[in-house]
T-cell receptor
Framework: DGGITQSPKYLFRKEGQNVTLSCEQN?????MYWYRQDPGQGLRLIYY???????QKGDIAEGYSVSREKKESFPLTVTSAQKNPTAFYLC???????????FGSGTRLTVV | RKEVEQDPGPFNVPEGATVAFNCTYS??????FFWYRQDCRKEPKLLMS???SGNEDGRFTAQLNRASQYISLLIRDSKLSDSATYLC??????????????FGKGTKLSVKP
């Protein structure tokens, strides 16, 4: 079945550590996105990529980094510069320019 | 002003009730409009796209008023399984991150027996 796989489902990070969240899709979608959701808040765009080897900052990119070396993969690194990383992280993809997004099941990141 | 604003709710309704969600957007160049549903601690899932002429999918009816920059979702004969948060979503028309989806904070619906 085609879909988006995010891993891990739950992640715990110590203060000062970098962590990488995985996102893989087999939908042959061109565009991929990372959103963050905080309790009672809407989804906020972190980074997005319309094609391989290219990506753009979203509304809240500070403290995050991404890469897009393969069409299927769009990993997100939460760096130690992100001051409040505890949140629900959602990866999404879409055929270029068309329709709504398909989301992965998300990663819950907690700083301990 | 937020790009996408929704009535935060929560809406608590009995089974069988009709419930309406409203949403306004600030960017007049917005291109596409959607309603997503999000269950507790789960990812959002596309419920339906919203077309200018209005569209219906079973018990769900979506309306768009471009002049007023207003979107609505009507749920008729609500079921217990409709309990979720409903997200109003707009595709950004211009400016940074053009073409990307912008999400409202959502309206929580609880349908009671």
């Amino acid at each position: 079945d085609g879909g988006i796989t995010q891993s891990p489902k739950y992640l715990f990070r110590k203060e000062g550590q970098n962590v990488t969240l995985s996102c893989e899709q087999n939908l042959n979608h061109d565009a991929m996105y990372w959103y963050r959701q905080d309790p009672g808040q809407g989804l906020r765009l972190i980074y997005y990529s319309q094609i391989v080897n290219d990506f753009q900052k979203g509304d809240i990119a500070e403290g995050y980094s991404v890469s897009r070396e393969k069409k299927e993969s769009f990993p997100l690194t939460v760096t130690s510069a992100q001051k409040n990383p505890t949140a629900f992280y959602l990866c999404a993809s879409t055929s270029r320019g068309e329709g709504g997004y398909t989301f992965g099941s998300g990663t819950r990141l907690t700083v301990v | 002003r937020k790009e996408v604003e929704q009535d935060p709710g929560p809406f608590n309704v009995p089974e069988g009730a009709t419930v309406a969600f409203n949403c306004t957007y600030s960017n007049s160049a917005s291109q596409s409009f959607f309603w997503y549903r999000q269950d507790c601690r789960k990812e959002p899932k596309l419920l339906m796209s919203v077309y200018s002429s209005g569209n219906e999918d079973g018990r769900f009816t979506a309306q768009l008023n471009r002049a007023s920059q207003y979107i609505s979702l009507l749920i008729r004969d609500s079921k217990l399984s409709d309990s979720a948060t409903y997200l109003c979503v707009v595709k950004r028309g211009y400016g940074g991150s053009q073409g990307n989806l912008i999400f409202g904070k959502g309206t929580k619906l609880s349908v009671k027996p």
